[in-house]
């Protein structure tokens, strides 16, 4: 790629507190998911430097590469750049040329500069080359300074890897590169929540896989779909998702003939955590992760919880532990989940539910009534029988 054929994209990540192997670690993941969210969209050059991560790619993909990247965790802003030489004695003229580039016909009324200097080896120092940019591009596009209120930001680094004019930073998503925590199992159902569990553990650096559980004939394909499409959207965060389909409707009748009716809610729901158990650890899970919040089901209270949880040995994470529901809907609005979970069709979970369902259930009793299903068997075969698919990231 010559570099006039080239559009600049900087990557920043921000975590200053990590040190050492873990910051080596951090970065390395970083430049891996940036690079596997861009495959696809043509020639790649990534490079590092100083808490920067570089893409030069063809013009007409900088968009594109910028939106994919606003779904790779770990980076606190990205923005669109030109490339520019270092040069004391060139600097306006590069800084006309380059906003130039990065306006294209757009005029905004307002503007400031932020200059940064890394490269102290650069003679002139940072307020001078903002006021000096600033006043090249005053003059030559007829703007006016705002430091309060600019309507667009042009930046200016002077780097050892890279110097560079930008425009505007767009937020990236924060968080901890995917891959940096632990692979996590999600149970995901067609609801509000679990999308939203899942993307939250995503953000703090898991990587999942996904379980669902259905009851056919009783539920409909439709919901499995609805699944397939929460999973798929998950996987614009880690590419391509694991999603494991159980058929839990011989388990689930089971319990819904013999056991007590206000037990029924829990005893599914500690079946699932044995079957879940299984399919995590054939894949080496360290942990289940669920969309339960405090309080806001019978099943979700801190006691039934616990009942819930003692079915598996492996730790259960509820990122949504303390959020209202409404906090859920504006980040699953977010991501982009919440037109999809709000579909009418239902998991197997609101099948069968008692109209009054224990809420304070003792582990101790849980288990005695759950030993009477002798249910063993059928949740090694459910286990064993799950359907693995495999869902990549849809981009539009
Ligand atoms: P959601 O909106 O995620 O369905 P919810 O508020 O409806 O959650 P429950 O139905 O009680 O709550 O489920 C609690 C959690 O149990 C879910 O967030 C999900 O992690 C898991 N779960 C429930 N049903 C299923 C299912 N059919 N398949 C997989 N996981 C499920
Ligand atoms: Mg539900």
Not at 42 to 63: I, K, N, S, V, Y
Not at 325 to 346: C, M
Request: charged content about 25%.
């Amino acid at each position: 790629m010559s570099d006039s054929a080239c559009g600049l994209v900087v990557m920043r990540y921000g975590e200053v507190f990590l040190k050492g192997d873990n910051r080596r670690r951090f970065e390395r993941l970083l430049e891996h998911n940036a690079e596997a969210a861009l495959r696809g969209l043509g020639p790649l050059d990534l490079e590092r430097g100083q808490g920067r991560l570089f893409l030069r790619t063809r013009p007409d993909q900088a968009h594109a590469a910028l939106a994919r990247l606003r779904y790779v965790f770990g980076f606190s802003s990205v923005s669109r750049a030109v490339e520019i030489e270092a040069n004391p004695a060139t600097l306006e003229s590069e800084a006309v040329t380059a906003v130039g580039q990065l306006l294209g016909s757009w005029r905004p009324r307002t503007f400031r500069v932020r200059a940064r200097r890394s490269d102290k080896r650069f003679p002139v120092i940072s307020p001078e080359i903002g006021r000096r940019i600033g006043h090249a591009l005053g003059e030559h596009y007829g703007l006016q300074v705002d430091l309060e209120r600019a309507e667009c930001t042009i930046g200016v680094e002077i780097g050892s890897a890279a110097s560079f004019i930008y425009i505007d930073r767009l937020d990236g998503p924060g968080g901890l590169p995917v891959g940096t925590s632990a692979h996590v199992a999600l149970l995901l159902s067609g609801g509000i929540d679990s999308p939203v569990a899942g993307y939250l553990a995503l953000k703090r650096g898991c990587s999942l896989r996904a379980i669902y559980f259905h009851s056919p004939p009783h539920t409909s394909p439709y919901a499995l779909d609805k699944v397939e499409r929460l999973a798929t959207r998950l996987a614009r965060w880690q590419q391509s998702i694991a999603l494991h389909v159980v058929d839990f409707s011989d388990i689930q009748q089971r319990i819904r003939k013999r056991a007590e009716s206000p037990l029924l809610v829990l005893l599914y729901r500690r079946a699932m955590m044995r079957i879940a158990q299984r399919i995590a650890q054939d894949n080496r899970c360290a942990a289940i992760v669920t969309g339960e919040s405090l309080g806001q089901v019978a099943s979700q209270t801190v006691k039934n919880m616990h009942a819930i949880a003692k079915a598996t040995d492996l730790p259960v994470l509820r990122p949504l532990l303390t959020f209202d529901k409404e906090e859920t809907i504006a980040l699953a609005r977010r991501i982009g989940s919440y037109e999809t979970s709000i579909e009418p069709h239902v998991d197997c979970c609101a099948l069968f539910v008692p109209k009054h369902p224990a809420t304070r259930v003792p582990p101790q009793r849980a288990a005695i009534a759950e030993a009477r299903l002798k249910l063993g068997k059928a949740i090694l075969r459910a286990a064993a029988e799950a359907e693995e698919k495999r869902f990549e990231a849809v981009w539009d």
